[in-house]
T-cell receptor, first 116, second 113 residues
Framework: AQKVTQAQTEISVVEKEDVTLDCVYE???????LFWYKQPPSGELVFLIR??????QNEISGRYSWNFQKSTSSFNFTITASQVVDSAVYFC?????????????FGTGTRLTIIP | DSGVTQTPKHLITATGQRVTLRCSPR?????VYWYQQSLDQGLQFLIQ???????AKGNILERFSAQQFPDLHSELNLSSLELGDSALYFC????????????FGPGTRLTVL
């Protein structure tokens, strides 16, 4: 069975600090997909990134970067020079590539608060 | 704006009642997923449809049912409502069933009194 663990329930940092959100996953499949979503106070779920299991290249998008390491089953998310608008709950999610298991399995989320 | 629409945005009803939540996927997306978000259960997958056919079921109660229509919009029916059914219900869509990013609607907040 697939599982996603986000051990950090809440994190608070001062604006402009860097922050890393941890995500550890479990799956028996060799082909799978990892995602990060942001849920701001308004409540919608915003897609941030998708990664497949065969692509371990790190990715950078502006102030956001993601580190995927299959050896440790981790897919961590770093925000550089954090801003107040980054305050939200962030969810890591996993889906498998086999029929019937394509749903997203979410972690419990990390609530990030950026202090001005 | 993800392009996925959900109606209504808010719904307040009483125990024992039945409600219908509606979702329109992004243009071109064939897969629709329903998720429930509650404080105690987190984000849980309920059911998935692909091009009108049920593809997977998750933690969906027997009192709940769903369908996807020929125009690809989907409805989630919740009946014999209980207090514990109060939650945020999300619909998501993706272009295909496997591995594609899922785009979420704004959600329907259901309150059962």
């Amino acid at each position: 069975a697939q599982k996603v663990t986000q051990a950090q329930t809440e994190i608070s940092v001062v604006e402009k600090e860097d922050v890393t959100l941890d995500c550890v996953y479990e799956t028996r499949d060799t082909t799978y997909y990892l995602f990060w979503y942001k849920q701001p106070p308004s409540g919608e779920l915003v897609f941030l990134i998708r990664r497949n299991s065969f692509d371990e290249q790190n990715e950078i998008s502006g102030r956001y970067s993601w580190n995927f390491q299959k050896s440790t089953s981790s897919f961590n998310f770093t925000i550089t020079a954090s801003q107040v608008v980054d305050s939200a709950v962030y969810f890591c999610a996993l889906s498998e590539a086999n029929f019937g298991n394509e749903k997203l399995t979410f972690g419990t989320g990390t609530r990030l608060t950026i202090i001005p | 704006d993800s392009g996925v629409t959900q109606t209504p945005k808010h719904l307040i009803t009483a125990t024992g009642q039945r409600v219908t939540l509606r979702c329109s996927p992004r243009s071109g997306d064939l897969s629709v997923y329903w998720y429930q978000q509650s404080l105690d259960q987190g984000l849980q997958f309920l059911i998935q449809y692909y091009n009108g056919e049920e593809r997977a079921k998750g933690n969906i109660l027997e009192r709940f049912s769903a369908q996807q229509f020929p125009d690809l919009h989907s409805e989630l029916n919740l009946s014999s409502l209980e207090l514990g059914d109060s939650a945020l219900y999300f619909c998501a869509s993706s272009v295909g069933p496997t591995g594609a990013e899922q785009f979420f609607g704004p959600g329907t907040r259901l309150t059962v009194l």
